[in-house]
């Protein structure tokens, strides 16, 4: 029986809790089936809760074993499974002492405490500590925690815990041992963490800005230290930069990372001991692509900053999620950006962004950055919190300007540190830094959905103006019918007819204030504006939201000759890239409405795209790229066939192949790396663009590209180039591909993150015979519903392949429903997770969407849901 059928939670019921703890004291003796922790807290009543309140602590699925206040013991029957409450507590401070006994090896959630391989480990957020122990599981209960871990030496010579080792030794006249350990810093319970286990380190040292030396870890599976190297050394280098660039400094001596092979999400950033799904710690060339080690480098940044960003400065309730994981987003997207490109990093930046966000701000899981409420907060560990919180913050800066968002985060570092704060807080800071009113702005947290910007372009070439006549307007999401106007920054340039740069003069009469003419920011903050250049050369191009200073869909009448000028001149790579993408959206979305696409007018264009690879080959792999069927099928709007938009986009594939052919040939030819291979920025770029240029030469011409692709995927010496080469083949039907597969697998069948690499592939074929193969590889031995990663490789995957999840038939949809009854009972969030897929089914033509609604109807109508599994498909079929 699970206990987490609650009632929705709401931000407006908020109240401040009525016990703090001052300290906690916990004793953990692991066992694999029996694991023991007593727990002593010292609780005190709130000053500013309610007097003589009762005193309720969240459990989940827990029972006490022995209880007592202040020494003198109490009825066990007072804690039940999903609580323990005490009707009358002291006025005054006081001790409670609760022993439960947890199983870590039944617990298939992972959620509290698990085992992992060799190991025990924890996840607490958001509502996994109350599955250890009886505690205030809330955000806004700050305690010191004391930890001593006890274990067979034998099933666990290495104890870990929060802050810094106090000390540790045998337990005499046993096979036990013990470790202490002590956070200094208070901390909301979703932080704690312990692992115990047969564990690897690889170790170094940081010494901080402040002096302080730091003994730095990487915890693998024995044997795997060689695969940790590179996360080791992201970590230094985040550790760096957060002094350098944000004066924030690591506060302890010891920083752990644990990497375990059972983990929900990526990873988890308790104080001290983050613990990671091992797919972000290990890598080796051999075993992981350039995008692997991208994903190391970015996870590891975001948990490291979340010492400052989340712990230090933690969220009053869940509500105020994106306080922490917007900001450490937006942290870490600048880290990786001073770390590699910063503009292609935009550029891979937005493309999630509308894949993921846009996507779900379409549908019927749209929901604000700032949710209202919630059954199971975990459902909202979503796009939206994390990556638009992310561009919410950006946004911050672009308004205030660059010196007065940092006096505001220093601002909010000083104010608000060791404290839980909200988002009302955090803008208060910057609005105090700025002198700048943010009520208006705050509107980007409490309303869903992605606004539409309207340009409507007016030239007049006599009187030499040009008049932009822009609009907003958002379209209503589940609970919001009405949307009041954002304020929209708006970067914009103007481009000569020549492409070069038109300087916009201050001083002449635009409309626009002089702050925006100094920051270069239309500011949109009503229904409609207008604003007009004069004495501009006729012809002069507008180049808006540059560097993609809105998550808004930004609707332009531009030309496609005024579009192909921007993407081979505008000094703005962000926009030159996406004039790219807009004039390939045009043209296959011209192809959908079934008139023929004939991209032969852009070849020079296009080409010209491919010669800059030779300066800046990571920029141009990402022209090389088109838009994705989702954001297709977002631009058609409704009544969606996902078979014609696939169908259209490979067409326009194979003819920029066919086009391209002699550019793309010479790129390829042009060969391996001389040298070995390394994952930096430069090495990668220059994969990305082969690769890129690999896979449009095959769409033109398949057999030609079979024969390359088949070439490279043998005699690459790194798991980028192999894993390209096998991705170019999948989309070739024939005996090559079925051999290139079985000997993949063959090779890596003792690599389980690279079997994943194999399952998603599979998954992702846009063939009829998908469904089948997924069902295939479901009953595969390397496959188990009870791994995460290998969820989300194989049916996560087949849940992105739009035409085969949204098969004309049926099948797609019902494979997922019934994986997610399968999963539910095992692991809830997990299984609410694989329910996404159907984020976007209200867009399909109306035979689809009816098999998607009964689909989700069964899933609705399943047997004991989980609240998670449960929100999210009743919200889905809002
Ligand atoms: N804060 C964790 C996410 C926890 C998810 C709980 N369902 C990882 C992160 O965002 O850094
Ligand atoms: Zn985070």
Not at 1 to 23: C, F, H, I, T
Not at 182 to 196: M, R, T
Not at 465 to 492: A, C, M, N, R, Y
Not at 687 to 693: I, P
Request: proline fraction near 6%; aromatic fraction near 8%.
């Amino acid at each position: 029986m699970r206990s987490d059928q609650g009632q929705p939670v709401r931000l407006s019921d908020y109240r401040v809790p009525d016990y703090l703890v001052d300290a906690v004291s916990l004793d953990i003796a692991l066992h694999r089936t029996a694991t023991r922790i007593r727990s002593t807290l010292r609780l005190r009543p709130n000053p500013a809760g309610v007097a003589g309140a009762p005193l309720h602590l969240d459990g989940d699925e827990l029972a006490a074993t022995a209880l007592s206040l202040d020494g003198a013991p109490l009825d066990l029957a007072l804690a039940a499974p999903d609580g323990l409450t005490i009707a009358a507590p002291p006025a005054r401070a006081f001790t409670l002492e609760v022993e439960t006994v947890v199983d870590p090896s039944a617990n298939t959630q992972l959620m509290g405490l698990y085992r992992s391989g060799s190991a025990y480990c924890t996840q607490c957020e958001a509502e996994g500590f109350r599955r250890i122990t009886y505690y205030p599981d809330r955000p806004d209960v700050l305690s010191v925690f004391t930890t001593r871990i006890e274990a067979e030496l034998r099933d666990a010579p290495v104890l870990l815990g929060n802050g810094d080792p106090v000390e540790a030794g045998p337990v005499p006249g046993t096979d036990r041992h013990f470790a202490v350990w002590h956070d200094p810093h208070p901390k909301p319970c979703y932080l704690f963490a312990v692992v115990g286990g047969r564990l690897d380190a690889l170790r170094d040292t940081f010494t901080t800005s402040e002096g302080r030396r730091v003994d730095l870890a990487v915890w693998v599976e024995p044997g795997k230290t060689g695969q940790a190297g590179y996360a080791m050394d992201a970590l230094k280098r985040s550790m760096r930069w957060d002094e350098e660039v944000f004066g924030r400094a690591y506060d302890l001596g010891t920083f752990n990372v644990v990497a375990v092979s059972d983990f929900n999400m990526g990873a988890m950033e308790n104080k001290g001991l983050n613990i990671f799904n091992d797919k972000y710690v290990l890598a080796s060339p051999e075993l992981a692509t350039d995008a692997d080690y991208a994903g190391i480098e970015t996870v590891i940044a975001h948990e490291y900053f979340h010492n400052w960003t989340g712990n230090r400065i933690t969220c009053r309730d869940w509500f105020q999620l994106s306080l922490k994981e917007g900001l450490t987003v937006f942290r870490d997207h600048e880290f990786s950006a001073d770390q590699r490109s910063r503009a292609v990093k935009r550029i891979a930046d937005v493309r999630a962004l509308r894949a993921r966000q846009f996507a779900e701000d379409a549908g019927p899981l749209a929901h604000s950055v700032r949710p209202d409420s919630y059954s199971a907060i975990d459902n909202f560990y979503t796009a939206t919190v994390y990556e638009k919180g992310a561009e919410v913050v950006g946004m911050v800066r672009t308004l205030v300007g660059r010196d007065a968002f940092a006096r505001g985060l220093q601002l909010y570092f000083e104010r608000f540190d060791g404290t839980a704060a909200t988002v009302e807080d955090f803008l208060g800071c910057f609005a105090e830094a700025s002198g700048r009113d943010l009520a208006q702005f705050s509107r980007w947290y409490g309303q869903a959905g992605t606004p539409r910007v309207t340009v409507r372009t007016r030239r007049d070439a006599e009187a030499r103006t040009l008049t932009l006549d822009l609009d907003q307007h958002t379209d209503p999401t589940p609970g919001q019918p009405e949307k009041w106007p954002f304020v929209i920054p708006i970067s914009f340039g103007l481009v000569g007819p020549d492409g070069a740069a038109r300087p916009v003069r201050t001083g002449e009469r635009h409309g626009l204030s002089d702050a925006e003419l100094a920051q270069g920011v239309i500011e949109l903050d009503a229904p409609a504006r207008t604003v007009r250049f004069e004495d501009v050369e006729p012809g002069t191009i507008p180049s808006l939201l540059r560097g993609f200073s809105a998550p808004v869909r930004l609707v332009t009448d531009a030309a496609e000759a005024d579009l192909v000028t921007l993407m081979t001149h505008d000094s703005d790579p962000f926009n030159r890239w996406d004039a790219a993408q807009t004039v390939l959206s045009r043209l296959i979305l011209d192809g959908v409405r079934g008139n023929a696409a004939d991209p032969g007018r852009l070849r020079e264009a296009f080409a010209a795209a491919v010669r800059t690879g030779a300066s800046d080959p990571a920029f141009a792999a990402q022209v090389l790229a088109l838009p994705g069927e989702g954001d297709l099928a977002r631009e058609i709007g409704r009544d969606v066939d996902p078979d014609a938009v696939h169908a259209a986009r490979e067409r326009v594939r194979a003819s920029l192949g066919v086009l391209l052919a002699a550019e793309l040939r010479a790129v390829v030819a042009a060969g391996a790396d001389a040298g070995p291979y390394a994952p930096d920025a430069a090495g990668a770029g220059r994969r990305a663009f082969r690769n890129a240029a690999l896979s449009l030469l095959a769409a033109g011409d398949p057999a030609l590209g079979a024969e390359l692709a088949a070439d490279q995927f043998d005699r690459a010496d790194n798991m980028t180039d192999r894993f390209a080469a096998l991705a170019v083949l999948s989309l070739i039907p024939g005996e090559a591909r079925e051999g290139a597969l079985d000997r993949f697998y063959a090779r890596y069948r003792d690599e389980p993150l690279v079997v994943d690499k194999w399952f998603g592939l599979q998954a992702s074929i846009p063939e009829g015979a998908t469904v089948e193969r997924v069902r295939r590889l479901m009953g595969h031995p390397a496959f188990s519903l009870a791994v995460p990663n290998r969820v989300y490789a194989l049916l996560g995957a087949f849940g992105g392949n739009i035409t085969q999840f949204n098969r004309r038939d049926g099948s797609g949809y019902r494979l997922v429903a019934e994986a997610v009854l399968a999963l539910d009972g095992r692991n809830p969030q997990v299984a609410a997770r694989m329910l996404g897929a159907f984020r976007s089914w209200r867009l399909m033509e109306p035979g689809r969407r009816a098999l998607a609604e009964t689909a989700l109807k069964s899933i609705a109508a399943g047997p004991a849901l989980s609240a998670d599994v449960q929100e999210m498909a009743s919200r889905s079929l809002r």
